[in-house]
């Protein structure tokens, strides 16, 4: 089955530094990759949704200058956590698609502790 | 109004018993419904997706979406202690999207 590589599982960075979190899709090319974040006992909230090639698409709320999304190529997509904060602290994960349709792979995603 | 709305539960039944989660949605133009398994700190792994009214099957989890009602939800027969986890229903919109509810804290007593 279609597989999803995220890393690191794991970071802790200090306050002001950046941070990236890269997501691979092993086995097929995500035209689509997705972006959530998920705080402690709550939902996966959506944070951007990315195609190849594109600029991201953001959710209303995020800043698009602090959580950087690249997508170069159809296995690639990069979410850099600028000058981070501690309330930047999350579990953050990624997924990708095929293709309009196709179900959703999800990476294992990236526990963020900012000290 | 959220887009994907959940009881956070906790829900407890006993082990062997029926646990009935329940999902409503706001976007009446959403096709596609997916019930997400989440233990904690892991990442979400798809149990079941559903697409079209009525009831699916899959062993012992059965989906059922109402499109009308915009209601879906997910019976999980036989329950075991190993199905604690936090469900979570998902829904993709009529933009492509897929939204997810706050999910359901299920715990199986042995």
């Known amino acids: 089955g279609a597989v999803v590589s995220q890393h690191p599982s794991r970071v802790i960075c200090k306050s002001g530094t950046s941070v990236k979190i890269e997501c691979r899709s092993l086995?097929?090319?995500?035209?689509?990759m997705f972006w959530y974040r998920q705080f402690p006992k709550k939902s996966l909230m959506l944070m951007a949704t990315?195609?190849?090639?594109?600029?991201?698409?953001?959710e209303q709320g995020v800043e698009k200058d602090k959580f950087l999304i690249n997508h170069a190529s159809l296995t690639l997509s990069t979410l850099t956590v600028t000058s981070a904060h501690p309330e930047d602290s999350s579990f953050y994960i990624c997924?990708?698609?095929?293709?309009?349709?196709?179900?959703?792979?999800f990476g294992s995603g990236t526990r963020l502790t900012v000290v | 109004q959220k887009e994907v709305e959940q009881n956070s539960g906790p829900l407890s039944v006993p082990e062997g018993a029926i646990a009935s989660l329940n999902c409503t949605y706001s976007d009446r133009g959403s096709q596609s419904f997916f019930w997400y398994r989440q233990y904690s700190g892991k990442s979400p792994e798809l149990i079941m997706s559903?697409?079209?009214?009525g009831d699916k099957e899959d062993g012992r989890f059965t989906a059922q979406l109402n499109k009308a009602s915009q209601y879906v939800s997910l019976l999980i027969r036989d329950s075991q202690p190993s199905d604690s986890a936090t469900y979570l229903c998902?829904?993709?919109?009529?933009?492509?999207?897929?939204?997810f509810g706050t999910g359901t804290r299920l715990t199986v007593i042995p």
């Open positions: 559903i697409y079209s009214n």
């Open positions: 990315s195609n190849e090639g594109s600029k991201a698409t953001y």
């Open positions: 086995d097929f090319q995500a035209t689509t």
């Open positions: 998902a829904v993709r919109n009529g933009a492509n999207n897929l939204f």
């Open positions: 997924s990708a698609r095929e293709a309009a349709g196709a179900g959703y792979t």
